[in-house]
């Protein structure tokens, strides 16, 4: 219970999302906002520790951060 059996989640709004990879690594993912150009807005946390449970907060960056990601996606 609590895990999704078919590899999919419905996103909503306000909700916070466990996710525990294939490399025992552990990352959260919080629901802010939706917009028409980017999909989803959400605040993530990642461990970079294998197998330990306790998240940070995601690293400082620019405020266009995921603009310029994004960009560089599409152009490949």
Excluded: C
Excluded at 31 to 48: H, K, L
Excluded at 64 to 69: E, G, I, Q, S
Aim: charged letters at 20%; zero cysteines; a positive charge.
């Amino acid at each position: 219970h609590g895990w999704s059996q078919v590899g999919w989640v419905e996103v909503i709004l306000g909700h916070s999302y466990i996710i525990w990879t294939r490399d025992n690594h552990y990352a959260k993912l919080r629901v802010v906002g939706f917009t028409r150009s980017y999909g989803v807005i959400f605040d993530w946390a990642y461990q970079v520790d294998p197998g330990n449970q306790e998240l940070a907060p995601r690293p400082p960056h620019g405020e266009n951060y995921l603009r310029v990601a994004m960009t560089q996606t599409k152009d490949r």
